[in-house]
């Protein structure tokens, strides 16, 4: 059974660091584009960034580039994300999400940037 | 960016009636392999995402046959020939053909 769990959210002040972390197993981990998708509370999603099976390729939105970045081990079947200068407008549960398509998530960390 | 349009922002339907939800795209999703990258997820109330369709038309594994994907081009439509009460939630669309990735705003769908 395909299972992501994901990890590391939590209350962080704005310009403060934190680091997701998401946990795969049921799947061979390195065979599969990984991505962090967020919705901010009673929003949309909104896909964060995606990393290639060999972390060859990275790909963010435009408002996480040079604060974000997605990395993953292939030895621990784990992806992550290093968030820093983190702002208000960063709040949101974070999914981690499999394969291009994006056909399964895990139930997501919340984070929340507040003073 | 691709900006992906969804209409109707919600929907309310008697069980057992069809339902469409159509999605455009700002930009063709057929990309040079001869695929299209347009994927339908559903997010039921207190629930993360799940893939329903992708690649315009294909339904994902376990998904009922009540679900259908079409289109081509820019322009897309899910549709689900009887509304069951376990199909209410947030269905979005979403192009995978170039990053950023976006996501259609979503369209509510509840039971009448």
């Known amino acids: 059974e395909v299972q992501l769990v994901e990890s590391g959210g939590g209350l962080v002040q704005p310009g403060g660091s934190l680091r997701l972390s998401c946990a795969a197993s049921g799947f061979t981990f390195s065979s599969y584009w990984m991505s962090w998708v967020r919705q901010a509370p009673g929003k949309g999603l909104e896909w964060v960034a995606n990393?290639?099976?060999?972390?060859?390729?990275?790909y963010y939105v435009d408002s996480v580039k040079g604060r974000f970045t997605i990395s993953r081990d292939n030895a621990k079947n784990s992806l992550y994300l290093q968030m820093n200068s983190l702002r208000a407008e960063d709040t949101a549960v974070y999914y981690c999400?499999?394969?291009?398509?994006?056909?399964?998530w895990g139930q997501g960390t919340l984070v929340t940037v507040s003073s | 960016d691709i900006v992906m349009t969804q209409t109707p922002l919600s929907l309310s339907v008697t069980p057992g009636q069809p339902a469409s939800i159509s999605c455009k795209s700002s930009q063709s999703l057929l990309h040079s392999d001869g695929k299209t990258y347009l994927y339908w997820y559903l997010q039921k109330p207190g629930q993360s995402p799940q893939l329903l369709i992708y690649?315009?038309?294909s339904r994902f594994s376990g998904v009922p046959d009540r679900f259908s994907g079409s289109g081509s081009g820019t322009d897309f439509t899910l549709k689900i020939s009887r509304v069951e009460a376990e199909d209410v939630g947030v269905y979005y669309c979403?192009?995978?053909?170039?990053?950023?990735?976006?996501f259609g705003g979503g369209t509510k769908v509840e039971i009448k």
């Open positions: 979403m192009q995978g053909i170039h990053p950023p990735l976006t």
């Open positions: 690649e315009v038309s």
């Open positions: 990393i290639k099976q060999d972390g060859s390729e990275k």
């Open positions: 999400a499999r394969d291009q398509k994006f056909d399964y």
